[in-house]
């Protein structure tokens, strides 16, 4: 089992920057984040294995930058040039055993979330 605890949302408004982190409580190869409106359902963002890299949903390619560092077990998620639609509950997730190649929403495992509110 993997634990993750996810920081840093919070409210922003349109065109600023948000910096999300995510504590494992042990190494992990395949990670990511997704998000979730209530009502919807879960929107990948972003996904980083050891295969691939990093890989990004077309709606924040560009804007949204995935990083791990392995020695503090830490995965980050660093959004610029935020949107209204970027407002949702973001999710630190990880896919273990990994599985290089999958889906942006291949997870196994996931955080409570960290709330990001966009303001037009």
């Known amino acids: 089992q993997v634990q993750l605890v996810e920081s840093g949302g919070g409210s922003v408004q349109a065109g600023g920057s948000l910096r999300l982190s995510c504590a494992a409580s042990r190494s992990t190869l395949c990670m990511g984040w997704f998000r979730q409106v209530p009502g919807q359902g879960r929107e990948g963002v972003a996904r980083i294995e050891p295969g691939v890299g990093t890989r990004y949903a077309d709606a924040v390619k560009g804007r949204f930058t995935i990083s791990k560092d392995n020695a503090k077990n830490t995965l980050y998620l660093q959004m610029n040039s935020l949107k209204p639609e970027d407002a949702a509950m973001y999710y630190c997730?990880?896919?273990?055993?990994?599985?290089?190649?999958?889906?942006?929403?291949?997870?196994?495992?996931w955080g409570q979330g960290t709330q990001v509110t966009v303001s037009s």
């Open positions: 997730a990880a896919d273990t055993p990994c599985h290089n190649g999958g889906s942006l929403t291949q997870y196994n495992y």
